[in-house]
T-cell receptor, first 112, second 115 residues
Framework: NAGVTQTPKFRVLKTGQSMTLLCAQD?????MYWYRQDPGMGLRLIHY???????AKGEVPDGYNVSRLKKQNFLLGLESAAPSQTSVYFC???????????FGQGTRLTVV | QQQVKQSPQSLIVQKGGISIINCAYE??????FPWYQQFPGKGPALLIA?????SEKKEGRFTISFNKSAKQFSLHIMDSQPGDSATYFC??????????????FGTGTRLQVTL
């Protein structure tokens, strides 16, 4: 069982570059989420999706965009990376009738 | 605004001791309170969870105590083991009608269990 898979696992970007983080889940979950984890700040919600073709803003959405063209995939984009976006990014999914969030292994992004 | 406050930030416990991590919340709309365990380089994984109509839940060495009136809940790890060394996050869920539920996380507690 793959569960939630994130790619890439590590990335270094220069300020102003763009990139896309991919999250794929094979559990047929409706709800998907992108979080960022920073020391002393826990996990903060960036964007989320309640189903294919839908997205919504979370707690810290500025500087990020998302798309969910297929139910199993949730993409997080950085159009113009900034050093403040250096973080570990986690994708999670939750089934419609469930409560447990299943997380990927994270993407460590450094913006220099 | 930190809706879920977690303490302590770090904790060192001797093997066999009891580890206690505390969380407090503000929003009474939260309806589910999970604890997640995270090992270095891994994503968080659900450890144990409780709903507000229950005051205590125990699973093996892990117990959640819940005080609804005080809006506080805590994780107790009995007979702590070196393998329990990890970062622990409390969280609280709010369900929004017609849309997804949202988890709000505490800031995390780094637990180290020494020999």
């Amino acid at each position: 069982n793959a569960g939630v898979t994130q790619t890439p696992k590590f990335r270094v970007l220069k300020t102003g570059q763009s990139m896309t983080l991919l999250c794929a889940q094979d559990m047929n979950h409706e709800y998907m989420y992108w979080y960022r984890q920073d020391p002393g700040m826990g996990l903060r919600l960036i964007h989320y999706s309640v189903g294919e073709g839908t997205t919504a803003k979370g707690e810290v959405p500025d500087g990020y965009n998302v798309s969910r063209l297929k139910k199993q995939n949730f993409l997080l984009g950085l159009e113009s990376a900034a050093p403040s976006q250096t973080s570990v990014y986690f994708c999670a999914s939750i089934p419609t009738q469930g409560a447990e969030a299943f997380f990927g292994q994270g993407t460590r992004l450094t913006v220099v | 605004q930190q809706q879920v406050k977690q303490s302590p930030q770090s904790l060192i416990v001797q093997k066999g001791g009891i580890s206690i991590i505390n969380c407090a919340y503000e929003n009474t709309a939260f309806d589910y309170f999970p604890w997640y365990q995270q090992f270095p380089g891994k994503g968080p994984a659900l450890l144990i969870a409780i709903r507000p109509d229950v005051s205590e839940k125990k699973e093996g060495r892990f117990t959640i105590s819940f005080n609804k009136s005080a809006k506080q809940f805590s994780l107790h790890i009995m007979d702590s083991q070196p393998g329990d060394s990890a970062t622990y996050f409390c969280a609280a869920r709010r369900v929004f009608i017609g849309t997804a539920s949202k988890l709000t996380f505490g800031t995390g507690t780094r637990l180290q269990v020494t020999l």
